[in-house]
């Protein structure tokens, strides 16, 4: 498929553990960006890239949150030592760029933390 | 600053009743205006975008939004609400990165 892709779709872990959420954004596509969103709750930004930019990072909630992404595809956003607050839907979206692109959302990955 | 606001927490309607959906912005330069829409248990979905020209938009499903620069505002709407419009709207715009909406809850009874 053409659309962004995102894995595991869920994830339940134990507190303390860490975790990696995968991101494939669309082909070409040179902003990625994660949010995470609570049950029923707006969208939380957490970080951005853009093309060769540095990455803004301005929406990481704690220094155990950290995202990588490798040149203009694969995205990987880890969060270390999790703890129960971090329970969420982790978003990821891609755009052809900024200003009148649209952003592609992927489905999600559910992250329990017990 | 960057902001949109969605002013309204939740919308009731009735089916069949037209439906508004409020979203106004702050935004230096050009507005470039997104509407997107959740399902229960789904991933965001575009609907429609201002960028320039024609002030009123029209997107998927049947919904449109209307720019209005004096107003600073972009309110979705739709002419006739389905039960199966009840979701989760968000209102963004786009300046060197995106900028949600808190997003409003709008619920189509029956």
């Known amino acids: 498929g053409a659309g962004v892709s995102q894995s595991p779709s869920n994830k339940v872990t134990e507190k303390g553990k860490d975790v990696e959420l995968r991101c494939d954004p669309i082909s070409g596509h040179t902003a990625l960006y994660w949010y995470r969103q609570r049950l029923g709750q707006g969208l939380e930004f957490l970080i951005y890239?853009?093309?060769?930019?540095?990455?803004?990072k301005s929406g990481l909630p704690s220094d155990r949150f950290s995202a990588e992404r490798t040149g203009e595809s694969v995205s990987t956003l880890t969060i270390q030592r999790t703890q129960q607050e971090d329970s969420a839907v982790y978003l990821c979206?891609?755009?052809?760029?900024?200003?009148?692109?649209?952003?592609?959302f992927g489905p999600g990955t559910r992250l329990t933390v017990l | 600053a960057q902001s949109v606001a969605q002013p309204e927490d939740q919308v009731n309607v009735a089916e069949g009743n037209p439906l508004t959906v409020k979203c106004t912005y702050s935004?230096?330069?050009?507005?470039?205006l997104f509407w997107y829409v959740q399902y229960p248990n789904r991933g965001l979905q575009f609907l429609l975008k201002?960028?320039?020209?024609?002030?009123l938009v029209k997107g998927s499903y049947g919904f449109e939004a209307e720019f209005n620069k004096s107003q600073t505002s972009f309110h979705l709407k739709k002419p006739s609400a389905l039960v199966s419009d009840s979701a989760l709207y968000f209102c963004?715009?786009?300046?060197?990165?995106?900028?949600f909406g808190s997003g409003t809850k709008l619920n189509v009874k029956p």
């Open positions: 979206a891609s755009s052809l760029g900024t200003g009148f692109f649209e952003q592609f």
């Open positions: 935004v230096s330069g050009n507005p470039y």
């Open positions: 890239f853009q093309g060769n930019s540095a990455p803004d």
């Open positions: 963004a715009h786009n300046f060197n990165k995106f900028y």
């Open positions: 201002y960028i320039t020209g024609d002030n």
